[in-house]
T-cell receptor, first 113, second 113 residues
């Protein structure tokens, strides 16, 4: 059974810092990995999607990497801003016939002005 | 272009009652998935439908059921509500179950009292 873990569970940083969020998964047989952002009480906003054959994806100040063999992904946020404050979730999709996403518990990020 | 729309946004039900949640996918998307997110946790997979057929089911009791209509919209039904069913219910759509990432709606906040 796939298990996804995100560390740390919560993180508080001053504005302007570069930071890294971690995601690990137990079964390396994945089809892709997706990072989401969730604001309090809201739905999920997709940030980056990395296919299993890719090593990284970039969008603006965000960079996500994937090391499938070691079961790890990182989300790098450059020059953090207060507007980045949210919960960040990673989710993996298996490469077998299953279509469900397995989510980690999320990292709650607070960027202080 | 409208995203994934869910209705209602909030509702309060009494234990033992029945509830129906609705989801309209992005135009052109034929796959709809449902997730339950309890406060402070990552979303848990409930169902996936594609072309009106169930393609996956998570570890939820038979009180939970769903269906997909010819226009690809979907309903999630929960019978005999329990206090533990209180959660944010998220709907996600994709072009097909296997090819692309998932786009989530804003969710329906269900409170069971």
């Amino acid at each position: 059974k796939q298990e996804v873990t995100q560390i740390p569970a919560a993180l508080s940083v001053p504005e302007g810092e570069n930071l890294v969020l971690n995601c690990s998964f137990t079964d390396s047989a994945i089809y892709n990995l997706q990072w989401f952002r969730q604001d309090p009480g809201k739905g999920l906003t997709s940030l980056l999607l990395i296919q299993s054959s890719q090593r990284e994806q970039t969008s603006g100040r965000l960079n996500a990497s994937l090391d499938k063999s070691s079961g790890r992904s990182t989300l790098y946020i450059a020059a953090s801003q207060p507007g980045d404050s949210a919960t960040y979730l990673c989710a993996v999709r298996p490469d077998n016939a299953g279509n469900m996403l397995t989510f980690g518990g999320g990292t709650r990020l607070m960027v202080k002005p | 272009d409208a995203g994934v729309t869910q209705s209602p946004t909030h509702l309060i039900k009494t234990r033992g009652q029945h509830v129906t949640l609705r989801c309209s996918p992005i135009s052109g998307h034929k796959s709809v998935s449902w997730y339950q997110q309890v406060l402070g946790q990552g979303p848990q997979f409930i169902f996936q439908y594609y072309e009106k057929e169930e393609r996956g089911r998570g570890n939820f009791p038979d009180r939970f059921s769903a269906r997909q209509f010819p226009n690809y919209s979907s309903e999630l039904n929960v019978n005999a509500l329990l206090l533990g069913d209180s959660a944010l219910y998220l709907c996600a759509s994709s072009l097909s179950p296997g090819l692309s990432g998932y786009t989530f709606g804003s969710g329906t906040r269900l409170t069971v009292v």
